[in-house]
T-cell receptor, first 114, second 111 residues
Framework: DAGVIQSPRHEVTEMGQEVTLRCKPI?????LFWYRQTMMRGLELLIYFNNNVPIDDSGMPEDRFSAKMPNASFSTLKIQPSEPRDSAVYFC????????????FGPGTRLTVL | GQSLEQPSEVTAVEGAIVQINCTYQ??????LSWYQQHDGGAPTFLSYNALDGLEETGRFSSFLSRSDSYGYLLLQELQMKDSASYFC????????????FGQGTELSVKP
């Protein structure tokens, strides 16, 4: 299996621009998670889906952030408009069973907002 | 509420044993996972404790005490490649596999 796939791997954009991050989970996995990692705040859960349905979006920092999972093999995290404080590494992870065991992380997208 | 504590940094020498402690307060606690992350990489799964006691996987062991809301990761025969960040991640029951991560512990292994 190819593992969790994220694109782009690096994104540099200017403040105010829209940013879309993409994730393809491992085939057959039921749950998908979006995380953000910074030095100051560590690894934060933004939102997660179970069977394509958003379960908990309490970690989404502001209305500027939105996430969708239109089907079992694709999810997007969108920031509009982006701000410099959104600069971070964004990880997508998937889990086969929806249980609290192994999550498989993608390589991450390093976002820089100038 | 949710809280999670683990040391921010630990330093040890090659060949030694190191223990990384984790205390948590997690509503609906279900189990405790440990993840490793090398600099510039993604977190990778190390170990999971659903029940009290010790789980051993090669050089790594993980322990859980539910009554004390406490766990630890034990790394034996330390190698330079073990230098990384280690995260304990309590799981929340019946919420589709939600894990609570924090700042992690940065382990530096010296020669």
């Amino acid at each position: 299996d190819a593992g969790v796939i994220q694109s782009p791997r690096h994104e540099v954009t200017e403040m105010g621009q829209e940013v879309t991050l993409r994730c393809k989970p491992i085939s057959g996995h039921n749950s998908l998670f979006w995380y953000r990692q910074t030095m100051m705040r560590g690894l934060e859960l933004l939102i997660y889906f179970n069977n394509n349905v958003p379960i908990d979006d309490s970690g989404m920092p502001e209305d500027r952030f939105s996430a969708k999972m239109p089907n079992a093999s694709f999810s997007t995290l969108k920031i509009q408009p982006s701000e410099p404080r959104d600069s971070a590494v964004y990880f997508c992870a998937s889990n086969p069973s929806g249980g609290t065991d192994t999550q498989y992380f993608g390589p991450g997208t390093r976002l820089t907002v100038l | 509420g949710q809280s999670l504590e683990q040391p921010s940094e630990v330093t040890a020498v090659e060949g030694a044993i190191v223990q990384i402690n984790c205390t948590y307060q997690t509503s609906g606690f279900y189990g405790l996972s440990w993840y490793q992350q090398h600099d510039g990489g993604a977190p990778t799964f190390l170990s999971y404790n659903a029940l009290d006691g010790l789980e051993e996987t090669g050089r790594f062991s993980s322990f859980l005490s539910r009554s004390d809301s406490y766990g630890y990761l034990l790394l034996q025969e330390l190698q330079m490649k073990d230098s990384a960040s280690y995260f304990c991640a309590p799981g929340v029951y019946n919420q589709g596999g939600k894990l609570i991560f924090g700042q992690g512990t940065e382990l530096s292994v010296k020669p």
